[in-house]
């Protein structure tokens, strides 16, 4: 299920969120536990035995982990089977296809491919497990003996399938002991209905102009339409990622629980490292944490630094999607962070906001060139359209895509800025207005998401014939 | 403000459950006038669909079609719509002066390019002449009416085109006659009005041998001023609706209208029942049916075999003036041998009478070549 679908928005939340503020605080997490299964099997009714697999492996090589804490190695020796699991799970389900391909392609045999579908949140489970295990090797965190808690905390159904990756160190209390009462649900129910709002009526829409870009032959597209698509593109993935990150933090503190923040206003960024620092919060500490840092980070000279950034940037490149153009777009930023390290940084810090700024926003909307067309042919030449190699600047189909888009790509980038916010917010506070105003804001977003959604099934005649 | 909180909370809350309560309890609809369309309704699950996904896409559909007061967020998404200035909607531009005209499809051209081949080799193997009348769009023939900027017809839909691919069927080409005509065309609906096809038929006649009969001899009457045609279907829009004309002949033509595969027979090309329903167009001959045979008391003792879409059906009460027997097929319902039957019926002249789009998009004519 989706939380962007009117099934999980009226059929399948209401009654979890009424039943489990009706059960006592000891049924909770069963509870939490068995909707969260029904509503990964919504979607992925066969693949559930494969996460319940990686969730009670995790869990019983935890208490073993405990269990031999006294004897390093062989601690040390369930932690890598831990992490083979979760890897071996992974690499299997996500990047097996890839792999022989590449070798195929490479040294021209033909191995068969499985073609499997993609087990859903597969990249999100496996990685919070493993934060579960090293964290319990690293006698960070106490082990989790219940096992109906850490089954809740791996299979919550808020972020079991799109993040944010919550290390267990971040919600192990709360799994204990979580405040739930409607002041937190207030809370929790102003974020959801922003979210819903940004992934239902600005990256759903926003979207369209991209899909239109996209089709078009790159020989028939103008300067002004290649930037358009690309400006479109940026903008849904950021209201769809963010908007999804909103909606589980929103749902999470509804059930009491507070999940770390993902996204923090990224295309105000003034240079790349400031942009990852804002863009997906919670991956990227998780790679700081389990491997950056491990492999000695910046304190072991340069050469080592450059080694640990290709590394760790290969890997969240590859950790997107199981295609080499995933890859080179994570070394991409990982070339562009080195040479910001080395040199650029201190000189971006200095200039006016207006240069770093533009610096980074290129940059980063020249990446979403590499992350969007898999292949690299296509890259290349969205890339010379893009500084206008052979095409007029502005054509006609330009000028329809502005005059049809250009209201909601203004509404789109207002709403990726913060000052927006705080300006509406200052002067409705002097003016006492703000809470009628805010709560009528929130319930106009609530409506029309509704609308959208209700018309997102929008497809008439099915037997209209000409 | 310690009660803003959770006042959004009862508010969600509320909104959430009374949705779902009133969900629950009304009534299914079958149908949606407004989208003029069959709605899914609560499906029944079986155990390999549980399994294999197939049941929650079809559940969730129910869930979107059955929601309550869909028409009612319908028709709101589609006013924000209009705010946001879009241009478009399901393929349907919202065109100047309320005209709702049909989106062009610019790269199909080996849709079309297949579907005239297919019948320039019918053609060249028929024992008796081709015609060919393409109904060109509204879209291609108001461009004036289209919102700004809008991509104009592409080029392999011109009548060039179509001229320069057939070199044994006889093309019969109303663009000129029809470029700028307002009157030809709807602005709810897809189709031609009774005066396009009017129009249509004269020049069929000039290309075929016919006389065609004056328009004098009709009388015009409006049967129906709140046509809300395809158009607005697809778009969930309430335009100004359409009026929809008949040309009836001062002295009536007896007929005899057999739907062959139906087993009916009607003394009427019109439908009446239509005209107090949605689809207002199907007056025309009640809709599309594999095959009609036409039988008039015209006494020249000619045979025409009309293979068409719906455009047809608003033509062919003007033809049956001429023909004593007209046979008139749908190659998406009819399945036999076109040629084959062509050849029994002992046919004088064969018609092939489509709307652009309808070739553009659909490989309607590939059934000829089997």
């Not at chain 2, 478009?88 to 062009?104: A, C, H, P, R, S």
């Not at chain 2, 320069?164 to 093309?171: E, I, N, P, V, W």
Request: aromatic content about 16%; overall charge neutral.
């Amino acid at each position: 299920m989706v939380f962007s679908s009117l099934t999980f928005l009226f059929l399948f939340l209401p009654p979890v969120l009424v039943l489990y503020y009706l059960l006592p605080q000891a049924g909770k997490n069963a509870f939490l536990f068995a909707a969260s299964l029904f509503f990964y099997a919504w979607g992925e009714p066969v693949y559930i035995v494969l996460m319940l697999f990686s969730t009670v492996a995790d869990y019983v090589l935890g208490l073993i982990i405990e269990k031999h804490r006294h004897n390093k190695q062989t601690a040390r020796l369930f932690l890598v089977l831990s992490l083979l699991v979760n890897v071996g799970i992974l690499g299997f389900f996500k990047y097996f296809d890839f792999l022989v391909q590449s070798i195929n392609a490479l040294w021209g045999t033909n191995l068969a491919i499985l073609n499997l579908p993609l087990p859903l949140g597969i990249s999100f489970y496996t990685f919070q497990t493993m934060s579960y295990t090293i964290d319990v090797y690293r006698n960070e965190v106490p082990v989790q003996r219940r096992l109906i808690d850490f089954c809740t905390y791996v299979t919550l159904f808020p972020q079991l399938v799109a993040g944010p990756i919550v290390r267990y160190q971040e919600v192990e209390k709360q799994l204990r002991q979580r405040q739930v009462d409607l002041d937190t649900f207030g809370l929790g129910a102003k974020r959801f209905i922003a979210g819903l709002g940004k992934k239902v009526l600005l990256a759903n829409n926003i979207g369209l102009l991209w899909q239109q870009v996209e089709q078009l032959p790159p020989e028939g597209l103008s300067v002004v339409t290649a930037w358009l698509g690309i400006v479109a593109y940026a903008l849904q993935i950021y209201f769809d990622f963010s908007g999804y990150s909103d909606m589980a933090i929103g749902l999470g503190k509804m059930l009491g629980f507070t999940f770390p923040e993902n996204f923090d206003y990224p295309y105000t960024a003034k240079s790349i490292t400031d942009f990852w620092r804002r863009w997906h919060m919670t991956l990227g500490s998780w790679f700081r944490e389990y491997v950056y840092i491990p492999l000695g980070g910046n304190r072991r000279g340069v050469p080592v630094l450059l080694r640990n950034l290709m590394v760790v940037w290969f890997l969240t490149g590859l950790w997107h999607g199981a295609s080499w153009n995933f890859v080179l777009w994570g070394l991409y930023y990982g070339v562009i962070l080195a040479v910001e390290k080395m040199w650029l940084l201190r000189g971006l810090r200095k200039c006016t906001p207006l240069v770093s700024h533009f610096y980074t926003l290129i940059l980063v909307l020249l990446g979403w060139v590499l992350f969007v067309f898999p292949d690299f042919r296509q890259v290349l030449q969205y890339y010379l359209v893009l500084f206008g190699r052979g095409v007029p600047l502005i054509d006609r189909q330009a000028l329809y895509l502005l005059s049809n888009y250009l209201p909601l790509l203004v509404i789109g980038m207002a709403a990726a800025m913060p000052w927006t916010k705080i300006k509406i917010q200052k002067l409705l506070q002097e003016k006492t207005l703000y809470y009628p105003v805010a709560i009528l804001l929130y319930f106009f977003v609530l409506f029309l998401s509704t609308a959208y959604l209700v018309d997102a099934s929008f497809n008439p005649f099915l037997y209209f014939r000409f | 403000m310690a009660y803003y909180h959770k006042l959004i909370s009862l508010m969600l809350l509320g909104f959430l459950l009374g949705c779902t309560f009133l969900f629950v309890l009304l009534p299914e609809r079958d149908f949606s006038p407004l989208e003029n369309r069959m709605l899914q309704t609560k499906p029944v699950p079986a155990p390999a669909d549980l399994l294999s996904g197939n049941f929650t896409a079809t559940f969730d559909q129910y869930v979107a079609d059955q929601f309550v007061f869909r028409d009612w967020w319908v028709s709101l998404k589609v006013k924000v719509e209009r705010l946001l200035q879009k241009k478009e909607q399901n393929g349907v531009y919202f065109g100047k002066d309320g005209y709702l005209l049909q989106v062009l499809p610019q790269d199909n051209e080996e849709i079309w390019a297949e579907n005239l081949v297919a019948l320039d080799n019918f053609a060249k193997k028929s024992p008796v002449p081709v015609y060919f009348l393409p109904v060109p769009a509204a879209a291609q023939v108001l461009p004036e009416k289209l919102p700004a900027f809008a991509a104009p017809s592409p080029s392999y839909l011109e009548p060039g085109n179509f001229r320069s691919k057939l070199k044994h069927t006889a093309g019969i080409d109303v663009f000129n006659e029809f470029y700028g005509q307002e009157k030809y065309y709807y602005r709810t609906d897809h189709h031609w009005t009774t005066e396009g096809a009017y129009a249509a038929y004269r020049k069929t006649g000039e290309a075929v041998g016919f006389t065609p009969v004056a328009r004098e001899s009709f009388k015009i009457e409006t049967v129906a001023a709140d046509f809300l045609g395809s158009l607005a279907a697809r778009t969930g829009t309430q335009p100004q609706p359409d009026v929809l004309q008949l040309f009836l002949p001062q002295t009536p033509l007896p007929c005899r209208v057999e739907y062959v595969a139906e087993k009916r027979i009607e003394a009427s090309f019109y439908a009446w029942e239509h005209i107090d329903s949605r689809d207002k167009y199907a007056v025309f001959l009640d809709g599309n049916h594999a095959l009609i045979k036409i039988t008039t008391s015209v006494p020249k003792g000619r045979r025409l075999l009309v293979v068409k879409d719906s455009f047809a059906n608003a033509m062919l009460p003007f033809l049956a003036h001429h023909y004593e027997e007209i046979y008139v097929v749908d190659l998406r319902f009819f399945h036999d041998n076109l040629a084959v039957f062509l050849w029994q019926q002992e046919v004088d002249e064969v018609l092939f009478l489509y709307g652009t789009m309808t070739l553009a998009t659909e490989t309607v004519l590939r059934k000829l070549a089997i």
